[in-house]
């Protein structure tokens, strides 16, 4: 066995791969780890009424979109908090969401959230859940370590992705590229990732059966 290379489990872990392990460790340490929102999800509900033209059954319904909207339901409720933070407070560029996350009070947002976690995924955890194509199975592989197999993460700071919109994936690995999302680990991680692997990635996570859903009520 190379030095460098050391049998956990059934994984085979390289030296990369504990690069993003340590990594992982130090930004779940750095966001506080593990923490519970106290929302109250049926006052979220309500809120919530104002999100759903966008989030809601249109969502579902693809229809009439002009640019790509994420998946909400079974997301993070750590994660959705700290989003709506970074717009409200302009870290994560979006004028219209900055604009609506900026007018909620911390009470609202953390209702909110708890509302949105709650829609259960549908398999928990995903079972097997599929191979990568070969072309982005080394990459998936550090992606892995922070977002979970699939995609289905476990740990709250790091968003689900498995079962997100593909065209959202796709703009918002891009968003690491061009700047407007500053967060270091991710634009380290998608740096030096070509247009055709963010394509075949975005693809990968958003064919993950019983991931992240659309909200319908
Ligand atoms: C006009 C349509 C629209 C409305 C209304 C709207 N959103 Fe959004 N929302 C978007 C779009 C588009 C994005 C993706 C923006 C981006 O690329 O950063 C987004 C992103 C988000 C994200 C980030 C998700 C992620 O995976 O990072 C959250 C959380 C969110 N919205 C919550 C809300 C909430 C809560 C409300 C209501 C209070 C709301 N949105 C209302 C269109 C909308
Ligand atoms: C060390 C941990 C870590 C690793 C490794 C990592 N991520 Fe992330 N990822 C994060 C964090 C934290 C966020 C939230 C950042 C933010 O708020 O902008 C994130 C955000 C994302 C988002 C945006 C989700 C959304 O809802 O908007 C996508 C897509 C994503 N990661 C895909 C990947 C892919 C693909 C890989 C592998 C190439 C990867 N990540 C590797 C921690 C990680």
Do not use: W
């Amino acid at each position: 066995m190379n030095r460098l290379t050391t049998r956990i489990g059934d994984d085979m872990i390289t030296e990369k791969t504990v690069f993003f392990l340590l990594l992982a460790a130090l930004c779940a340490g750095a966001s506080g780890g593990i923490v519970h929102a106290a929302g109250d999800p049926d006052a979220g509900k309500q809120v919530f009424q104002a999100c759903a033209r966008c989030h809601g059954p249109a969502l579902a319904a693809e229809a009439n979109r002009q640019q790509p909207v994420p998946r909400l339901g079974g997301q993070h409720a750590t994660y959705l908090l700290s989003s709506l933070d970074a717009y409200a407070g302009g870290k994560r560029k979006h004028a219209e969401m900055e604009r609506i996350a900026g007018s909620l009070s911390q009470q609202e947002k953390e209702d909110i959230a708890a509302y949105l976690a709650q829609f259960e995924l549908k398999q928990f955890p995903i079972p097997g859940s599929g191979d990568a194509p070969a072309a982005i199975a080394t990459i998936i592989e550090n992606c892995r370590v922070c977002h979970g197999v699939g995609g289905n993460s476990f740990v709250p700071d790091y968003p689900r992705i498995n079962g997100q919109d593909e065209q959202y994936l796709l703009e918002a690995l891009k968003s690491y590229q061009n700047g407007a999302r500053t967060n270091a680990t991710m634009v380290y991680v998608v740096k030096n990732l070509t247009e055709q692997e963010l394509r075949d990635i975005a693809a990968y996570y958003a064919g993950q059966k019983g991931g992240l859903t659309a909200i319908n009520k």
